[in-house]
């Protein structure tokens, strides 16, 4: 199981941090742990990915604003996206993409709303 | 980025229809397709994956086809609790990408 966390508002140009927390299996290799989000009314968009040893890959789209980080020692991984303006509210969501590149499991999602 | 086109947009049917959804990739990808069915206040829930496979749990009545660039997801007989927005996804290039989704309601 995979449970997202973090401020639910958010202040315009401030920084957005979230945690996933990962149950019921340790974060080993063949994993990438994924952070997603959703627009309302829109679909998901892949925001990036790390594995256990902190490999990472971001969407070139918001490749200088995030830094996704792991902590395999707690089960968690985390999002930071900086310099936020309203148009990153959405839900957020932690995932993990299997070896065979599927999103086999989802976190509930966490909605963040960025306030002026 | 790939991207990826759904149509209808949205669709109305009855209990009992069959509907079909398309979606097509603006370049090849093979079948590293997959569809997600999505209920409000969900996350996505992984129907089909390469294309044509179906994730074990989902009710035979979900067929997932094509390859290349065009793909179609099909639901026989709707049954009330498939009434939901559907994605599909292209796990072909990073960034994955997905379309724009098909709204799927009750006539």
């Known amino acids: 199981q995979l449970q997202a966390s973090g401020p639910g508002l958010v202040k315009a140009s401030q920084t957005l941090s979230l945690t996933c927390s990962v149950s019921?299996?340790?974060?080993?290799?063949?994993?990438?742990w994924t952070w997603l989000r959703q627009f309302p009314g829109m679909s998901p968009e892949w925001i990036g990915y790390?594995?256990?040893?902190?490999?990472?890959l971001y969407n070139p789209s918001l490749n200088t604003r995030v830094t996704i980080s792991v902590d395999p020692s707690n089960n968690q991984f985390s999002l930071r996206l900086t310099s936020v303006t309203a148009a990153d509210t959405g839900v957020y969501y932690c995932?993990?993409?299997?070896?065979?590149?599927?999103?086999?499991?989802w976190g509930p999602g966490t909605l963040v709303d960025v306030s002026s | 980025d790939i991207q990826m086109t759904q149509s209808p947009s949205s669709l109305s049917a009855s209990v009992g229809d069959t509907v079909t959804i398309t979606c097509r990739a603006s370049q090849a990808i093979d079948n590293y397709l997959a569809w997600f069915q999505q209920k409000p206040g969900k996350a996505p829930k992984s129907l089909i994956y390469?294309?044509?496979s179906s994730h074990s749990g989902v009710p035979s009545n979900f067929l997932g086809s094509g390859s290349g660039t065009d793909f179609t997801l099909t639901i026989n007989n709707l049954q009330p609790e498939d009434f939901a927005t559907y994605y599909c996804?292209?796990?072909?290039?990073?960034?994955?990408?997905f379309g724009q989704g098909t709204k799927l309601e009750i006539k």
């Open positions: 996804q292209q796990y072909s290039r990073y960034p994955y990408t």
């Open positions: 995932a993990r993409e299997n070896a065979g590149n599927l999103f086999d499991f």
């Open positions: 790390t594995s256990y040893r902190g490999d990472t």
């Open positions: 390469a294309a044509s």
């Open positions: 019921g299996g340790s974060m080993s290799r063949g994993y990438y």
